[in-house]
């Protein structure tokens, strides 16, 4: 059974940090492309970052030197750290595993940012 369950989100002020965590089962990690998105209320999910079986990131303009993701194939877990975080960062934050044709999806993790 596939499960990607994400953990690490709350409650910051703006300015913090968080690090968000994903723990996947059920598939071979090590080969899946791995990604965060994140979905604010009324609005498009959109993507966070993402990163190769090999370890490579890649990140849109909005998150660019603030978010660092990561993962460790051993364990089978990928990694956001988010630094200064603003309130616009406010959302549900998803887990994402894909290879091909396949994708799974998370359940998600809330952060709120504070202003």
């Known amino acids: 059974q596939v499960q990607l369950v994400e953990s690490g989100g709350g409650l910051v002020q703006s300015g913090g940090s968080l690090r968000l965590s994903c723990a996947a089962s059920?598939?071979?990690?090590?080969?899946?492309?791995m990604a965060w998105y994140r979905q604010a209320p009324g609005k498009q999910r959109e993507l966070v970052a993402t990163?190769?079986?090999?370890?490579?990131?890649n990140y849109p303009e909005s998150v660019r030197g603030r978010f660092t993701i990561d993962r460790d194939n051993d364990k089978n877990l990928m990694y956001l750290q988010m630094n200064r975080l603003k309130p616009e960062d406010t959302a549900v934050y998803y887990c994402?595993?894909?290879?091909?044709?396949?994708?799974?999806w998370g359940q998600g993790t809330q952060v709120t940012v504070s202003s």
């Open positions: 990163i190769t079986p090999g370890g490579w990131p």
């Open positions: 059920g598939f071979p990690f090590n080969t899946y492309y």
């Open positions: 994402h595993a894909n290879r091909g044709s396949v994708a799974y």
